[in-house]
């Protein structure tokens, strides 16, 4: 079993910057792949960036926060992040915390963490 904690969400002005991290307990294993995905109201919920393989920290980012927006991860730690800049309100959101074993695709979620960017 793992357990997904995220912290860093809040409020914050248009332009500018979050940090979230996802701390996992329990095991990762090289294939499994970590992440975050997010759900606005009303809105079906969607992958923004991710670490594709655990093993060689290659990521993925959506078209939507491409350059704005960085994952990575800490092995030692068993934690990943995702620095969120240059915010814009179309990015409020509760922002979940995700990994996909790589053996059999179970999914474990963390609890979710608000974030809201607006004036």
């Known amino acids: 079993q793992v357990q997904l904690v995220e912290s860093g969400g809040g409020l914050v002005q248009p332009g500018g910057s979050l940090r979230l991290s996802c701390a996992a307990s ?27 393989r655990w093993i060689d920290g290659s990521t993925y980012h959506s078209n939507s926060v491409k350059g704005r927006f960085t994952v990575s991860r800490d092995k030692a730690k068993m934690t990943v992040y995702l ?5 814009k309100p179309e990015d409020t959101a509760v922002y979940y915390c995700n990994l996909r ?15 809201t960017v607006a004036s």
């Open 83 to 87: 620095q969120m800049n240059s915010l």
């Open 26 to 52: 329990g095991s990762i294993f090289g294939a499994d792949t970590m992440g975050w995905y997010r759900q606005a109201p009303g809105k079906q919920r969607e992958l923004v960036a991710t670490i594709i």
């Open 101 to 115: 074993r790589g053996f059999d695709n179970s999914n474990y979620w963390g609890q979710g963490t608000q974030v």
